[in-house]
Each structure stands twice: as structure tokens, then as C-alpha cells.
């Protein structure tokens, strides 16, 4: 069965500042799709960005950007000029072939001003 | 607003209970998928149907069922309440065209007491 690690409970960063939030994830499988939503007070979830594991680019959303490591089975997301806004709960999930998402526990993001 | 809605926003009911939450999915999406989110942990997939017909069921327990309707909103049902079903449930669709994707509703937050 497939999972998704975070190992990074809570990070924290000035504002304008880059972070970087980990998520490793375990599979057999070789064609799949990883993301990172976004949940902030509000709870609402968001979608952040996307990365099909076929693409060796890594994918780019204006600040945000992942570094894909498929051998290592790595998924980072970098947030550049951190802003306020960007405080929140962060998941990493995975999509497996029966399509429901898997998710990992989430990292809680502090931007400080 | 991801244009999927969730009635009711907040519900309070006693142990014992049956509850039912409902889903709208965006307009010309056929997948709705039901997720469970307890306090400040990730995503618990839940079950998924397809223009009405169950695809994919994750750890959902017997006490809970859902369905889809031929307008394609979902209903999912909780029933014998149990304080430890507090949590917030979320629905999700995916586009026909782009069925990796998913776009969440506001949640349902359910409070059993």
C-alpha cells in the first residue's frame, strides 16, 4: 500500500524569506500524480501544485515550485518571498491508480513578520 | 470557491445519531469522492462514486453509507454516532477531463457530544 511521510510537524519562516517543506512517499507504482494542498484557518483545502510522476520537470506555480526526486521517491515544496497569506496547514498526497487521494499528516507553516 | 458546496457547514448532534451530510459537485464533474479529516491530521479517503455508481470505498466503517444521485449531488450518512466520529468530512470532484485533479468543498464540520 501506498503512504506519504511528512517529517516536519511545524516550520517556520520570515516573511519574504524561502522554506522548503519535505514529503517522501512509498509506492510500486510507476506512473501516478503527487500534490500539495494548501488548508489554512479556514480549512478550506486548496490545490497548490501538481506534478505528474512522467514528467521529469519539476512543476512551477508563480513562488511555489516542487523538487521531484521519482528514484529517491522525494517530493519538496519550495515557497519563495514567503507572505502572510501563506501561513497554514500543508499536505503532500498522492494519487493512486484508484484514483482517491492519500495523504500525508501535514506541516503546519509560520510565516513571521 | 472551487464550486463544490457542502450542506450543512456546521452540525452538533448527540452520540446515537444519524447525520446526514450532502455534497454538490462543480457542474460537469461525475466523480465525488468523501473524505474524513479528525482534528489537525490528514485526510482519511472515505468512498467515491462515479455517475452514480461506487468506484473506489477506503475505511469507511459499516455504520457509515453514502450514494450519488442521478443529478450527481452525494449524500453521505452516519449513523449509531460515536463521539470519536467528530470530524470535519469533506467532499471532493474531479473534472471528466482531468480526473486527477480534485476540488474541494468547505467541509462539513461535525461535532458529536
Known amino acids: 500500500a501506498q503512504t506519504v511521510t511528512q517529517s516536519q510537524p511545524e516550520m517556520s519562516v520570515q516573511e519574504a524569506e524561502t522554506v522548503t517543506l519535505s514529503c517522501t512517499y512509498d509506492t510500486s507504482e510507476s506512473d501516478y500524480y503527487l500534490f500539495w494542498y494548501k488548508q489554512p484557518p479556514s480549512r478550506q483545502m486548496i490545490l497548490v501544485i501538481r506534478q505528474e510522476a512522467y514528467k521529469q520537470q519539476n512543476a512551477t506555480e508563480n513562488r511555489f515550485s516542487v523538487n521531484f526526486q521519482k528514484a529517491a521517491k522525494s517530493f519538496s515544496l519550495k515557497i519563495s518571498d514567503s507572505q502572510l497569506g501563506d501561513a497554514a496547514m500543508y499536505f503532500c498526497a498522492y494519487r493512486s491508480a484508484g484514483y482517491q487521494l492519500i495523504w500525508g499528516a501535514g506541516t503546519k507553516l509560520i510565516i513571521k513578520p | 470557491d472551487s464550486g463544490v458546496t457542502q450542506t450543512p457547514k456546521h452540525l452538533i448532534t448527540a452520540t446515537g445519531q444519524r447525520v446526514t451530510l450532502r455534497c454538490s459537485p462543480r457542474s460537469g464533474d461525475l466523480s465525488v469522492y468523501w473524505y474524513q479529516q479528525s482534528l489537525d491530521q490528514g485526510l482519511q479517503f472515505l468512498i467515491q462514486?462515479?455517475?452514480?455508481?461506487?468506484?473506489a470505498k477506503g475505511n469507511i466503517l459499516e455504520r457509515f453509507s453514502a450514494q450519488q444521485f442521478p443529478d450527481l449531488h452525494s449524500e453521505l450518512n452516519l449513523s449509531s454516532l460515536e463521539l470519536g466520529d467528530s470530524a470535519l468530512y469533506f467532499c471532493?470532484?474531479?473534472?471528466?477531463?482531468?480526473?486527477?485533479?480534485?476540488?474541494f468543498g468547505p467541509g462539513t464540520r461535525l461535532t458529536v457530544t
Open positions: 471532493a470532484s474531479s473534472p471528466r477531463d482531468a480526473d486527477y485533479e480534485q476540488y
Open positions: 462514486y462515479y455517475n452514480g455508481e461506487e468506484r
